[in-house]
Each structure stands twice: as structure tokens, then as C-alpha cells.
């Protein structure tokens, strides 16, 4: 009962907050989106719900495809050098994360692998 009071408050809630937010706070909510959908997907791994983490992964892909499109649209109709300025920085944070992480992810993948 609690749950799904708790989920339609989130739905109207989200539903609200789309409405009234500008162009840079969608963009806000969709990166709120996709990050919260990864969060989940973790745990449904931890717990082994392996369905319900491909939903969330399913959604969190979808989410950042509405993120492309969003930057396909503003930058061929704004024809601004700062805004591909700003996302040009944003992906040289997650490109210097993921490069962060190489050693890790490939000790992680060999500690996986069946041995011989």
C-alpha cells in the first residue's frame, strides 16, 4: 500500500517537474534519470534480480539517447560554440573517469575469466 502511494507521489512529482522546467533543467532530470536507473540496476545485481536490472539498464540507455537527440537539436539549431564548448568538457570529465577506471575494469575482467 505504502509503495505504491510512494510511487504515484514520485510519478506526479517527476511529471511536475518536467512541466515546469526550462530547457537546461530537463536536460538536469534526464541525467537524474539515467544515473538513479544505473543505481537501481546495481542493485537488482547485487540481489540477483538480473530481469529487473535490464529494465533498468534498457531505460538508462534510452535515457541518455534522449540526451543525444536533446544535444543534436540545440546544437544544429543554436549554432552555439559555447554550448559544444560545455559538452565537450562534460565528456572530457567522463573520458578522464573511464580512463581513471581502465586498470580496475581489466583486473576485474581477468579475476573473471574461467581458468585453465
Do not use: C
Not at 21 to 39: C, K, M, N, W, Y
Not at 46 to 53: L, S
Not at 70 to 92: H, P, T, Y
Amino acid at each position: 500500500m505504502y509503495a505504491q502511494g510512494i510511487k504515484q507521489y514520485q510519478k506526479v512529482s517527476t511529471q511536475t517537474s518536467i512541466v515546469d522546467a526550462d530547457p537546461h533543467r530537463l536536460v538536469q532530470l534526464l541525467f537524474e534519470g539515467a544515473t538513479s536507473r544505473i543505481s537501481a540496476a546495481k542493485g537488482h545485481i547485487e540481489r540477483k534480480e538480473y530481469d529487473k536490472k535490464s529494465n533498468q539498464i534498457n531505460s538508462a540507455i534510452n535515457i541518455i539517447g534522449g540526451l543525444q537527440e536533446s544535444l543534436n537539436f540545440d546544437a544544429d539549431i543554436r549554432n552555439s560554440v559555447e554550448m559544444l564548448d560545455e559538452v565537450n568538457g562534460l565528456l572530457l570529465q567522463i573520458k578522464s573517469a573511464w580512463d581513471e577506471i581502465r586498470d580496475q575494469a581489466l583486473q576485474t575482467m581477468s579475476n573473471q575469466r574461467p581458468s585453465k
